[in-house]
Protein backbone atom coordinates (compact mmCIF):
# COMPACT_ATOMS: atom_id res chain seq x y z
CA UNK A 1 0.00 0.00 0.00
CA UNK A 2 1.21 3.42 -0.40
CA UNK A 3 0.51 6.57 1.09
CA UNK A 4 1.14 9.33 -1.15
CA UNK A 5 1.16 13.08 1.25
CA UNK A 6 1.05 16.50 -0.09
CA UNK A 7 1.73 19.43 1.22
CA UNK A 8 3.03 23.22 0.75
CA UNK A 9 -0.32 24.43 -0.44
CA UNK A 10 -1.29 28.00 0.52
CA UNK A 11 -3.01 31.77 0.23
CA UNK A 12 -0.90 33.54 -2.21
CA UNK A 13 -0.87 36.75 -4.59
CA UNK A 14 -1.07 36.39 -8.31
CA UNK A 15 2.62 36.27 -9.42
CA UNK A 16 3.89 34.83 -6.33
CA UNK A 17 5.45 31.07 -5.91
CA UNK A 18 4.81 28.37 -4.26
CA UNK A 19 6.45 24.76 -3.96
CA UNK A 20 4.26 21.73 -3.34
CA UNK A 21 5.70 18.45 -2.35
CA UNK A 22 4.18 15.02 -2.57
CA UNK A 23 5.70 12.62 0.11
CA UNK A 24 5.49 8.87 -0.32
CA UNK A 25 5.36 5.83 2.62
CA UNK A 26 4.91 2.41 2.29
CA UNK A 27 6.38 1.97 -0.97
CA UNK A 28 9.11 3.73 -3.21
CA UNK A 29 8.10 5.71 -5.63
CA UNK A 30 11.60 5.32 -7.49
CA UNK A 31 9.85 2.82 -10.28
CA UNK A 32 7.30 4.92 -11.05
CA UNK A 33 6.23 8.14 -13.02
CA UNK A 34 4.43 10.21 -10.97
CA UNK A 35 2.01 13.37 -11.72
CA UNK A 36 0.47 16.15 -10.49
CA UNK A 37 -3.40 17.00 -10.91
CA UNK A 38 -5.76 19.96 -9.80
CA UNK A 39 -9.10 20.20 -9.43
CA UNK A 40 -10.65 24.04 -9.37
CA UNK A 41 -14.60 24.34 -7.37
CA UNK A 42 -17.35 23.69 -10.03
CA UNK A 43 -14.50 22.22 -12.76
CA UNK A 44 -13.44 18.76 -13.64
CA UNK A 45 -9.93 17.53 -12.36
CA UNK A 46 -7.38 18.28 -14.66
CA UNK A 47 -3.85 17.39 -15.70
CA UNK A 48 -0.89 19.80 -14.71
CA UNK A 49 2.21 17.95 -15.02
CA UNK A 50 3.84 14.24 -14.72
CA UNK A 51 7.61 13.07 -14.56
CA UNK A 52 9.17 9.92 -15.93
CA UNK A 53 9.83 7.43 -13.25
CA UNK A 54 13.69 8.47 -13.74
CA UNK A 55 13.03 11.94 -14.22
CA UNK A 56 14.19 12.09 -17.11
CA UNK A 57 10.99 13.52 -19.32
CA UNK A 58 8.55 15.46 -18.11
CA UNK A 59 5.23 16.80 -19.43
CA UNK A 60 3.29 19.75 -18.78
CA UNK A 61 -0.55 21.26 -19.53
CA UNK A 62 -0.43 24.03 -21.53
CA UNK A 63 -1.81 26.66 -19.29
CA UNK A 64 1.51 25.78 -16.77
CA UNK A 65 4.59 25.27 -19.22
CA UNK A 66 7.24 27.97 -18.33
CA UNK A 67 5.81 28.84 -15.19
CA UNK A 68 5.52 25.45 -13.26
CA UNK A 69 8.51 22.89 -12.95
CA UNK A 70 7.97 19.04 -11.99
CA UNK A 71 10.67 17.14 -10.09
CA UNK A 72 11.66 14.97 -8.08
CA UNK A 73 13.95 13.81 -5.56
CA UNK A 74 13.92 9.52 -5.30
CA UNK A 75 16.17 9.03 -2.52
CA UNK A 76 13.66 11.34 -0.40
CA UNK A 77 10.78 9.23 -2.02
CA UNK A 78 9.19 12.70 -2.57
CA UNK A 79 7.73 14.62 -5.68
CA UNK A 80 7.66 18.10 -6.26
CA UNK A 81 6.09 20.74 -8.25
CA UNK A 82 7.73 24.19 -8.20
CA UNK A 83 4.58 26.77 -9.30
CA UNK A 84 5.92 30.58 -10.12
CA UNK A 85 4.25 33.55 -11.72
CA UNK A 86 0.95 32.39 -10.44
CA UNK A 87 -2.29 33.28 -11.97
CA UNK A 88 -6.12 33.16 -10.38
CA UNK A 89 -6.77 30.31 -12.21
CA UNK A 90 -4.35 28.50 -11.00
CA UNK A 91 -6.13 28.33 -7.97
CA UNK A 92 -7.23 24.70 -7.15
CA UNK A 93 -6.99 21.87 -5.11
CA UNK A 94 -3.65 19.97 -6.20
CA UNK A 95 -3.16 16.34 -6.06
CA UNK A 96 -0.23 14.07 -6.95
CA UNK A 97 -0.35 10.42 -8.11
CA UNK A 98 1.48 7.51 -9.08
CA UNK A 99 1.32 5.95 -12.82
CA UNK A 100 0.71 2.11 -12.07
CA UNK A 101 3.40 0.73 -14.19
CA UNK A 102 7.10 0.16 -13.41
CA UNK A 103 9.74 2.05 -15.06
CA UNK A 104 7.20 4.54 -17.13
CA UNK A 105 7.09 7.56 -18.68
CA UNK A 106 4.94 10.69 -17.87
CA UNK A 107 1.52 10.72 -18.78
CA UNK A 108 -1.59 12.82 -18.85
CA UNK A 109 -4.26 10.10 -18.54
CA UNK A 110 -5.59 10.33 -14.86
CA UNK A 111 -6.78 6.81 -15.52
CA UNK A 112 -3.05 5.16 -15.60
CA UNK A 113 -2.65 6.24 -11.76
CA UNK A 114 -3.49 4.07 -9.37
CA UNK A 115 -2.80 5.69 -5.81
CA UNK A 116 -3.44 9.43 -5.40
CA UNK A 117 -3.03 12.07 -2.16
CA UNK A 118 -5.83 13.73 -0.41
CA UNK A 119 -4.80 17.03 -2.23
CA UNK A 120 -3.68 20.35 -0.76
CA UNK A 121 -5.54 23.49 -1.66
CA UNK A 122 -3.78 26.22 -3.72
CA UNK A 123 -5.38 29.79 -3.57
CA UNK A 124 -3.87 32.70 -5.86
CA UNK A 125 -5.69 36.12 -4.97
CA UNK A 126 -5.44 39.26 -6.79
Known amino acids: QVQLVESGGGLVQAGDSLRLSCAASGRTLSRYAMGWFRQAPGKEREFVAS????????SYADSVKGRFTISRDNAKNTVYLQMNSLKLEDTAVYYCARRYSYFSGPTTNSQEYDYWGQGTQVTVSS
Open 51 to 58: ISWNGGST
